[in-house]
C-alpha cells in the first residue's frame, strides 16, 4: 500500500480519532486510522462504514487498538471481519493479532520501541512496524527520543518502518525519511484541525498548550503517559489516588489508582480540567485549529523544501 504523502495519522481514544479524522486524512492522501479502544464493537464498525462512505471506498483506513484492554481480541476481529486496510496495536505486544491477521488476510501492524520488538514483530508476520519515540502523547514504551531509535530499528528489519513521536513539521518527514522511514505517523498535529472528532474544548486545550506544560503520568495500564497538565494531572501526580465512581473493567491488568478510561470520557465530552488530556511533546509548537488538507499540503510542502536543502548539501 502506498498512499499518495508519506503520513499516517496516529491513532488516538477515546473517541478522538474516529471516522471524521480518518476519513479526511485518507482523503488529503495519507493513512487514516480509527481507534477502537474504549468504545463499543458496534460503534468502531459503524465508524468503519462511515469513514468508507465519506472516502467512497478510495484511500486508506486502519483501526488502532489498545493491547492493554479486555476486548482487545474481541475489537480487532470484529475490525478485521469489517476488512479494514490494516490493524495496528501498541501499549503492550499482541502475538494472537498476528495470527488473526493470516486468518482474515488483514495486515498488521506493531507500534514498537526497540529494535528487539521490531525483529519479534517481523518474525510474526508484521506488514510494518512503526518506531514511536518518547516524545509521543498518550502511552510511551521507552524514554529515548525518535531519532535514536529509529536508525536502530530500520537497521533490524526489511519490512517498512514508520517514524513516530515528535513529528509535526515537515523537516521531521524529511529527517525520518533520510534515516530510512518510509513514512510517518503524526497524532497531535491532527487534533488540533477542522475534522477531528474531538469537541471544540479539547482542540482547544491543544491551542491554547505553552511549552513545558505536558507531563508525565503512570497510567492504570502501568505504563507513562504524555498529556497536556490540568487538574485532572495535578491530582494524580506521584502516588495519589482518585476515587473510581464506576469501573468498566476495561483493562486486562489495572492499578486501580484511578480510572483512565473514565477520565479520557470526561475530556472527550469536553472536560479538560479533570479528565485525562493526551498529547505529544512538542503540542504547545501548535496554534491553529486548520482542515487536514490544509494540515497536510502545509507538511509536503515543508518536506519538499526541507528535501532540496538536504540535497544542496
Known sequence: MTPKVPIMQGGMG?????????????????IGIISGTGIPVEEMIAHIRKARELTKGIGYIGVNVLFA???????????????????????????????????????????????????????????????????????????????????????????????????LKGEDVAKAIQMGAAGVQMGSRFVASVECDAPPAFKQKYVDAKEGDTVLVKTTVGMMGRAIRNRFTDMISGDNKLKIEKC?????????????????????????????????????????????????????????EAMGRLKDH
Do not use: Q
Open 14 to 30: 477515546v473517541r478522538i480519532s474516529m471516522s471524521g479524522l480518518a476519513a479526511a486524512v485518507a482523503n488529503a492522501g495519507g
Open 69 to 167: 484492554m479486555t476486548d482487545f481480541a474481541k475489537t480487532i476481529k470484529a475490525a478485521m471481519a469489517e476488512k479494514v486496510d490494516f490493524i495496528i496495536s501498541g501499549a503492550g505486544f499482541s502475538r494472537d493479532m498476528y495470527a488473526w491477521g493470516k486468518e482474515y488476510r488483514v495486515p498488521v501492524i506493531s507500534i514498537v520501541s526497540s529494535a528487539k520488538l521490531a525483529k519479534l514483530a517481523e518474525k510474526l508476520g508484521a506488514a510494518a512496524v512503526v518506531a514511536e519515540g518518547f516524545e509521543a502523547g498518550g502511552h510511551l514504551g521507552t524514554d529515548r527520543p525518535l531519532f535514536d531509535i529509529l536508525p536502530e530499528v530500520v537497521g533490524a528489519v526489511n519490512i517498512p518502518v514508520i517514524a513516530a513521536g515528535g513529528i
Open 248 to 304: 468498566y473493567e476495561c483493562l486486562k491488568n489495572c492499578s486501580y489508582r484511578f480510572c483512565t478510561l473514565d477520565s479520557l470520557f470526561k475530556s472527550v465530552s469536553g472536560d479538560v480540567n479533570t479528565g485525562l488530556v493526551f498529547s505529544g511533546a512538542r503540542v504547545h509548537e501548535i496554534n491553529d485549529i486548520l482542515p487536514v488538507k490544509t494540515i497536510i499540503d502545509n507538511i509536503m510542502r515543508e518536506y519538499k
